[in-house]
């Protein structure tokens, strides 16, 4: 059988301390109309990056709903996840390089098969997350279940090799979400297709209050100076987070602002095989400067010091050059931290109105913004609080789970 994440039961009611009574009322009428319904959300890793974040905190809440929802991680080795990071690289624009141009199709769906079998298949609904599971609805055609596709990608301009190759796969599935209309491929041809982005939970212990003297207490012990500016970039070591840009572009910065310290924050995922040469090379390039700072999960960064991190700094820093959504923005800008970041997939979305300035199209403007920022705290504080409202009013999630449940009562009554 597949695994399933051992998660607990969640409490609706504990949002209504930050978002208005109409939604949660909306969320939990939902809830009650699709009492009992068995949902079952389908992924290929427990932890690192986005969907991982994600659903720790959406089932939980499902389950305060009286929804029976659970989640099952698809297993493979590394051939498959190397391959498999290469659609998804893929999906988001990258030309597809298989090594041995045949055999990653077979490969692919072999793995596929295997955990389709393997799946405990008993429910009413299947949320199939990202490309590496999208075949296992194929591998089951009897089931009775709804199955959704949800693409967490920018999937707006796709590699054809890899469409062509997903596409029918994808197609069999009842409906499909993206985060954002852009990202729907041209070509995808499917009843139901909805957009829904995603959504932060602030409750977590990646997102609870921490005081700012504590957070300054973990980042000290992290070789951190805290009578320095601080900026930081939080993310998987992916060449679409353009680590080596940000660096380039603190490099630029410091110039201005001298004893600027920049942390890189790093996390490793069991499906995501590119990660450690990248750690490598980042690690090469910090060495040459003192004040790169360079931490993972490795090396006991976990959500605690991640929230330490985007509290504690004076600015966030996330320079992707693609992003589905960027979790880590809502993350920072939850808590009152401003942003710079690339003007990319689903960064925009959170950054609205006047936080949109500070979307950055290249190195030099990147160090521009951060430079300014850094020179302006009032400001910089401001656009930290316009931020955070802009995250509780729209990326929080009982609003994800709301339109989640919306969909599913919309396929359950086909
Ligand atoms: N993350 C983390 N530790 C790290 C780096 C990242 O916990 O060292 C978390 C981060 O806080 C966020 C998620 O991983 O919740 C990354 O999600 P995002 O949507 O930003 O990017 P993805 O990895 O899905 O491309």
């Keep these: 059988m597949l695994h399933k994440v051992s998660l607990g039961t969640g409490n609706i009611n504990k949002y209504r301390l930050i978002l208005d009574r109409e939604t949660i009322d909306e969320v939990v009428a939902l809830g009650e109309e699709l009492k009992g319904l068995r949902v079952c959300h389908i992924n290929s890793t427990p932890f690192g990056g986005g969907v991982a974040e994600l659903l720790v905190s959406h089932i939980p809440l499902l389950r305060s709903l ?29 030309k597809f390089t298989a090594t041995r141009a045949e055999s990653w199709r077979d490969l692919y769906l072999s793995i596929n098969k295997v955990n389709a079998a393997q799946l405990d298949a008993d429910y009413d609904v299947f949320i199939v997350n990202d490309p590496q599971p999208a075949a296992m609805r194929h591998y ?45 491929p041209e070509t995808l041809k499917l009843k139901r297709i909805a957009t829904m982005a995603p959504a932060i939970d602030p409750f977590t212990s990646k997102n609870m209050f921490i005081k700012r003297y504590l957070c300054r207490e973990m980042l000290e012990t992290l070789g951190i100076d805290r009578h320095r500016p601080l900026i930081t970039q939080v993310s998987r070591f992916d060449r679409w987070k353009d680590p080596f840009g940000t660096i380039a572009a603190y490099q630029i910065a410091k110039e201005k602002v001298p004893g600027l310290q920049l942390a890189m924050i790093g996390s490793f995922a069991s499906d995501d095989p590119e990660g450690w040469e990248m750690y490598a090379a980042l690690n090469e390039e910090a060495n040459k400067d003192d004040d790169v700072i360079i931490s993972s999960n490795l090396t006991g960064v976990g959500n605690m010091e991640v929230n330490a991190f985007q509290r504690a700094s004076d600015l966030i820093v996330q320079k992707s050059i693609r992003e589905g959504f960027g979790l880590v923005v809502a993350e920072a800008l939850w808590k009152g931290t401003m942003v ?33 920022l850094l020179q302006n705290p009032q400001q910089r504080e401001r656009l930290g609080q316009a931020g955070h409202e802009v995250i509780t009013h729209h990326f929080l999630t009982p609003r994800l789970v709301r339109d989640e449940l919306a969909l599913i009562k919309e396929l359950m009554a086909k």
């Excluded at 959170?350 to 030099?364: A, K, S, T």
């Design 340 to 372: 710079v970041a690339g003007n990319a997939g689903g960064i925009p979305l959170q950054m609205p109105g006047e936080l949109g300035n500070y979307l950055v199209d290249n190195i030099e403007q990147c160090a521009e913004k951060i430079v300014y």
């Design 66 to 94: 009286g929804i029976k929802a659970d989640w099952q991680v698809i297993h493979g080795d590394r051939r498959f996840f190397t391959i498999t990071k290469g659609l998804h690289n893929s999906l988001q624009g990258a």
């Design 140 to 184: 089951l055609p009897d089931n009775k279940a709804k199955w959704v596709w949800r693409c967490h990608v920018d999937s707006s301009q796709p590699d054809e090799t890899v469409w062509q190759f997903l596409r029918p796969y994808i197609e069999e599935h009842d409906a499909a979400v993206f985060t954002t209309s852009k990202f729907i």
